[in-house]
C-alpha cells in the first residue's frame, strides 16, 4: 500500500466541515479518480493526501511514514522528491521557457544552479510528451493542452512515485482533455507512476482502474472499481 488515509476530517471556520471521516487506501500503480459534485471535498482531500493542507484530525501514510507526524521541513522534502503535483490551471511561471519550468523541482532538490545533467533530463521528459520542438518556447506561446503537458513533466522531474492532478483537464476543450489523459495513463503504463485525479468529467474518471465517489465530506460507497 502506498496511501493510506484514515480518519480524516477538515473544517474551516464558519463552521464548514469538508471532510468528515475519510478513510481509504491508494495502491502503489494504481490509477485512481476522486469523482463527485463541487463541494463534496475532493481537492480537499487531495490536498491533505499530497501534504499541501493540514487536517483537523486522522493520519496519511504515506510509504510507511505519517506525513503529518513528520516537521515541516521533511515534509516538504516528501513532496518534492517523492510527489508530483499538477493543477487545473497550470501554474507555470511565465517568464520562464518551457524547460525552465520543468528543471525547477530538479534545482531545488539539488540546490544548485541548473546543470547539464538536469537539463538533459529535462528535455527526455518533454521529448517523451511530444515536446521537444517547445522546450524553449514561454508558456503564453504555448496552447492549453501543451501547458498542461509541461507542467505533467516537472511533476515528473524528481521521479515521484505518485502524481496528484487537481481537475487537471479543466480548462480544456475535451479533445486536449483526453490528449492529457492519454499521456498520464502512458506515464502510468510506462513508469508505474501511481496517479490520483481529481475530477468532476464522468468521461475522463472512467478511464481509470478505479472511481472513489464523495459526496458532502464522505465516500460514496461502494467505491468503484474495475
Do not use: W
Amino acid at each position: 500500500m502506498l496511501i493510506e488515509a484514515i480518519n480524516i476530517h477538515k473544517a474551516y471556520p464558519g463552521p464548514l466541515h469538508v471532510l468528515k471521516g475519510v478513510d481509504l487506501s491508494i495502491d502503489a500503480g494504481e490509477v485512481v479518480a476522486i469523482s463527485g459534485p463541487s463541494g463534496a471535498g475532493k481537492s480537499t482531500l487531495l490536498h491533505i493526501l499530497g501534504g499541501l493542507d493540514l487536517p483537523n484530525e486522522g493520519q496519511v501514510i504515506f510509504r510507511g511514514q505519517n506525513l503529518y507526524g513528520l516537521t515541516d521541513v521533511k515534509r516538504a522534502q516528501a513532496r518534492n522528491t517523492e510527489m508530483g503535483f499538477v493543477f487545473q490551471s497550470y501554474h507555470l511561471l511565465p517568464e520562464l521557457t518551457a524547460l525552465e519550468n520543468v528543471v525547477l523541482p530538479a534545482m531545488i532538490k539539488e540546490n544548485s544552479r541548473k546543470t547539464s545533467t538536469i537539463e538533459f533530463a529535462g528535455l527526455k521528459l518533454l521529448d517523451q510528451l511530444g515536446l521537444g520542438p517547445r522546450a524553449l518556447h514561454r508558456p503564453n506561446q504555448l496552447s492549453g493542452g501543451e501547458q498542461q503537458r509541461v507542467a505533467i513533466a516537472r511533476a515528473l522531474m524528481n521521479g515521484p512515485k505518485v502524481v496528484f492532478c487537481d481537475e487537471p483537464t479543466g480548462n480544456l476543450d475535451s479533445v486536449s482533455g483526453h490528449a492529457v489523459m492519454d499521456t498520464l495513463l502512458g506515464l502510468n503504463h510506462s513508469h508505474r507512476v501511481t496517479v490520483v485525479i481529481v475530477t468532476h468529467d464522468e468521461k475522463i474518471a472512467s478511464r481509470t482502474q478505479r472511481v472513489i465517489a464523495m459526496k458532502d465530506g464522505l465516500l460514496e460507497t461502494p467505491v468503484l472499481s474495475k
